[in-house]
């Protein structure tokens, strides 16, 4: 499994302190989400949706992203780094370090760091 969360900047959407994530509509308070083996985990509690597609969004600034499998994942503030396997991304921030994305575009702002895809297109705006 993969940890989607390892700390957030506290800035952004959040909750008691906490970043706000959706996992297909429904909202957590989380600083620990972990995406893999096709279950969804946030703070050591499975929410895995019934649905075979899983959709995240991330309310808030992020340190570090990695997803094995999700339809797609937005992020609504900058990231530090950013890695899925399978799935498109989009972050409406700036990326300290690098962006990847196995099968899947990738749209975002700045990038400190390399941006690349190896199936999808990569959309790279300036702010």
């Known amino acids: 499994m993969a ?3 390892q700390n957030h900047t506290g ?3 959040n909750i008691g302190g906490v970043n706000k994530v959706v ?3 429904k909202i957590y308070a989380g600083g620990s989400v972990v995406i893999g083996n096709g279950r969804v985990l946030i703070n050591d ?3 895995t949706p019934e649905a075979k597609v899983i959709n995240i969004q991330c309310e808030g600034d992020l340190n ?3 997803i094995d499998n999700c339809e797609s994942v937005s992020i609504n503030g900058n990231a ?3 890695s899925v396997a399978n799935g498109d991304v989009q972050i409406s921030g700036s990326v300290m370090g690098n962006v990847s994305s196995t099968n899947g575009s990738v749209s975002c702002q700045d990038v400190s760091g390399n941006v690349s895809t190896i199936n999808g297109d990569i959309k790279h705006r300036k702010s």
Do not use: R
Request: net charge negative; charged share 20%; proline share 0%.
């Open 11 to 13: 800035s952004g959407d």
């Open 3 to 5: 940890n989607i969360f």
């Open 64 to 66: 570090s992203l990695k």
């Open 80 to 82: 530090g780094s950013v």
């Open 45 to 47: 509690e499975d929410v």
């Open 23 to 25: 996992v297909n509509g």
